[in-house]
C-alpha cells in the first residue's frame, strides 16, 4: 500500500512566522504535489515536483515555496504566514505505475492567527 | 477553461435512495476524469473515473455517466447508505500537463 505521512495534523502560527509543512512517502515516487483545501473551492495545486530537486509551480504559487532534497520528502514552506493561508493542507503523490490516480496524505489544518 | 463546476454544494439522501452530483468542464482536452471521496479527517481517495471514450462507468453502487457532447459528468450512489457519507470530489486530467484540476467538492449526508 502506498502511504504518505503529514508531519502534523493540526498547526497553528502566528502572522509573520515561516512554517514548514512536511510530507514523506515511504516508496520511491517520482511525483509529489501540494494542494490547499478551502470550502467551497475545493483542491487547489499550489506547487508539485516530479523528482528531486525540481519543482514546477502550480495555480496558486505565490506565498510558498517547497523544498525537494530526497525523494521521500517534500516540504512546503510559507515563508512569512498570513491570515489567508489558514486552509487544510494535503500532500498527494502519484505512482509511476499507475499515473492516473494521487494518493493523499491525511492532511495538515493549519490556522494562522 | 481549466474550472471545473460541481453542483450541488451540500446534499442530503435517505438511506436507500439515490445521490446524483453533477459537473460541467469547458477544456475539451481533458481526457480522464476521476471522483475523489473524502471522510472527516482523512485525505481523499480515489473512488472511479472514466475515460470519454465510454458513456457509463459502473462500480458496485457507484455509477459514473459521461457526456461528452455536453461536457458534463455525474456520479450516481444507488441504495445511499450512512457510511457513504463523504465529501465528493469530480476532477479532471488534460492530456498535456497531467496534473488535475477538482471540483469544490459535494458534501453527501446519508440519513439513516
Known amino acids: 500500500d502506498v502511504k504518505v505521512t503529514q508531519s502534523s495534523r493540526y498547526l497553528v502560527k502566528r502572522t509573520g512566522e515561516k512554517v514548514f509543512l512536511e510530507c514523506v512517502q515511504d516508496m520511491d515516487h517520482e511525483n509529489m504535489f501540494w494542494y490547499r483545501q478551502d470550502p467551497g473551492l475545493g483542491l487547489r495545486l499550489i506547487y508539485f515536483?516530479?523528482?528531486?530537486?525540481?519543482?514546477e509551480k502550480g495555480d496558486i504559487p505565490e506565498g510558498y515555496s517547497v523544498s525537494r532534497e530526497k525523494k521521500e520528502r517534500f516540504s512546503l514552506i510559507l515563508e512569512s504566514a498570513s491570515t489567508n493561508q489558514t486552509s487544510m493542507y494535503l500532500c498527494a503523490i502519484r505512482t509511476s505505475e499507475n499515473y492516473n490516480e494521487q494518493f493523499f496524505g491525511p492532511g495538515t489544518r493549519l490556522t494562522v492567527l | 477553461q481549466q474550472q471545473v463546476k460541481q453542483s450541488p454544494q451540500s446534499l442530503i439522501v435517505q438511506k436507500g435512495g439515490i445521490s446524483i452530483i453533477n459537473c460541467a468542464y469547458e477544456?475539451?482536452?481533458?481526457?480522464?476524469f476521476p471522483w475523489y471521496q473524502q471522510f472527516p479527517g482523512k485525505g481523499p481517495a480515489l473512488l472511479i473515473a472514466i475515460r470519454p471514450d465510454v458513456s457509463e462507468k459502473k462500480e458496485g453502487r457507484f455509477t459514473i455517466s459521461f457526456n461528452k457532447s455536453a461536457k458534463q459528468f455525474s456520479l450516481h450512489i444507488m441504495d445511499s447508505q450512512p457510511g457513504d457519507s463523504a465529501t465528493y470530489f469530480c476532477a479532471a486530467r488534460d492530456n498535456y500537463g497531467q496534473n488535475f484540476v477538482f471540483g469544490p467538492g459535494t458534501r453527501l449526508s446519508v440519513l439513516p
Open positions: 515536483s516530479y523528482d528531486v530537486k525540481m519543482k
Open positions: 477544456n475539451t482536452a481533458f481526457d480522464y
